[in-house]
């Protein structure tokens, strides 16, 4: 570890920041490929032969993994303010690897019964521990190593690895169906891609080893560091992230994470037509990030998030509404324009996105940084974010007002009467929550005080 990064030439801090991003895409390919092989192992976790509903009960376990997230961000936030934001890094990924292994190796329902479930449970809790440090630690590190005037730029990054993550664990997925094919994917193959991605987790420890450390006052003594107690004198800031987040997390995986389950599942398209629309997505919304990056570095951090706010609420309902139109048996009937809606929810997104994670890390003074930025983030996150796939299909399948048995006497019938697009009204309603939060963002914040 190397630290004082004053000293540091444009090269080394690139680097570093490529090398922290490059750990993230790890991290959250690890944490997606749960996500995009979820049809194929649900069978052997959940005892229900309602697709729907056991997809639930896959996307609860999912949503379970966000709600470790703000323990992760509370234990490796802290100490990262700490012992410093590399060592912790590496901390965090070790952690995430572990839990991949685990669920590769956990036996089906068929075998040991409902422990199987339980047992999905707990290595998802253990990767949510992860996954809640590495968000905070990311955008603190980024935040740090970037100079004014290219922040948005790189901040970027932390999305783009992001979303390249799930492109990668998505076309993964996509190639390993094409090669095992269904039956197997089903049955065992699928496996090999958690094996896949605890490897991919050992691997990256290389790059971050040799990452700078960017915390200027780490050898500084102070009591307070990575406390509570301190981070209480802020809470006004972590109202701003809380609320930031909760919109913003719940626009960028409706776009992203939830986009196959929703282009399947309430459009009507093919399984395969679904993935590769999906999968175009990822890539335009990886590719665009960087250039969203660069226009927050010249108009600024509050009004990007204004913008995203602002259009969002007025186009979420048409855009959704849309894509479920351009299915087979919708009135537009066009994957190249569900494509096209999909591409323009993400730019939206993107003013979100590109920018999140400098917004936030930049109000906190160094010595509660890494915690400020992810506790909150996390929460947040939690509740809104990981949700979002459980929340969209509870709408779809009526909710839980009241229930029956079908004639099988297998599966349960929920019911409630609620359309599909009081989940389209839900996000609006954070979007805007979020313009009100936006216009609150200080115009000069903590890190900019530190730095003159």
């Known amino acids: 570890m190397r630290s004082n990064t004053e000293n540091l030439t444009k090269a080394q801090r690139v680097r570093s920041i490529l090398a922290a991003s490059s750990g993230n895409f790890v991290e959250w390919f690890d944490f997606y490929i749960y996500l995009s092989l979820a049809s194929y192992f649900t069978h052997h976790f959940s005892a229900s032969d309602n697709e729907i509903l056991g997809l639930i009960v ?173 981070l209480w004198k802020y809470r006004k800031y972590c109202i701003l992230v809380f609320g930031l987040t909760a919109s913003g997390s719940m626009c960028y995986y409706n776009f992203t994470a939830y986009m196959n389950t929703f282009l399947a599942k309430s459009a009507g398209f093919e399984a395969s037509d679904a993935k590769l629309i999906a999968l175009c997505g990822l890539g335009f919304g990886m590719i665009i990030q960087p250039f969203m990056g660069m226009i927050g570095d010249k108009i600024g951090v509050r009004k990007m998030l204004a913008l995203f706010s602002i259009i969002g609420f007025f186009t979420v309902f048409p855009l959704m509404s849309g894509i479920i139109e351009c299915g087979p048996k919708g009135s537009i009937n066009s994957p190249i324009l569900a494509f096209i809606f999909i591409a323009i929810g993400l730019i939206i997104s993107g003013f979100y996105t590109s920018i999140a994670g400098i917004a936030k890390a930049t109000l906190f003074p160094e010595k509660v940084r890494a915690l400020g930025t992810g506790f909150p983030y996390a929460i947040a996150v939690a509740m809104f974010g990981g949700t979002v796939p459980t929340v969209a299909l509870w709408f779809k399948q009526g909710g839980p007002y009241s229930s029956s048995i079908d004639e099988s006497g297998k599966n349960i019938i929920l019911n409630l009467g609620l359309p599909e697009w009081g989940y389209f009204i839900y996000i609006m309603f954070f979007l805007f929550c979020c313009a009100l939060v936006a216009f609150n963002i200080p115009k000069q914040t903590e890190l900019e005080k530190q730095n003159g």
């Open 58 to 230: 896959t996307f609860g376990i999912f949503a379970i993994g966000f709600f470790m997230r703000p323990i992760g961000s509370l234990i490796f936030g802290s100490l990262a303010d700490k012992i410093g934001r590399q060592k912790t890094m590496i901390y965090a990924i070790i952690l995430m690897s572990f839990g991949n292994f685990m669920i590769a190796c956990i036996p089906g329902q068929e075998s040991i019964g409902s422990w199987a479930a339980v047992l999905l449970t707990i290595a998802r809790m253990i990767q949510g521990l992860s996954v809640g440090g590495e968000g905070g630690l990311v955008a603190t590190y980024i935040s740090e190593m970037s100079t004014k005037g290219n922040r948005g730029f790189f901040s970027s990054f932390q999305y783009v690895t992001l979303i390249a993550a799930q492109f990668v664990a998505l076309g993964c997925v996509w190639i390993a169906v094409g090669y095992f094919g269904e039956e197997r994917m089903k049955e065992d193959a699928w496996r090999y891609l958690f094996i896949l991605a605890g490897i991919l987790a050992l691997g990256s420890l290389f790059l971050r080893a040799n990452m700078h450390e960017s915390a200027k006052e780490l050898h500084k003594k102070d009591s307070e560091k990575g406390s509570l107690k301190a």
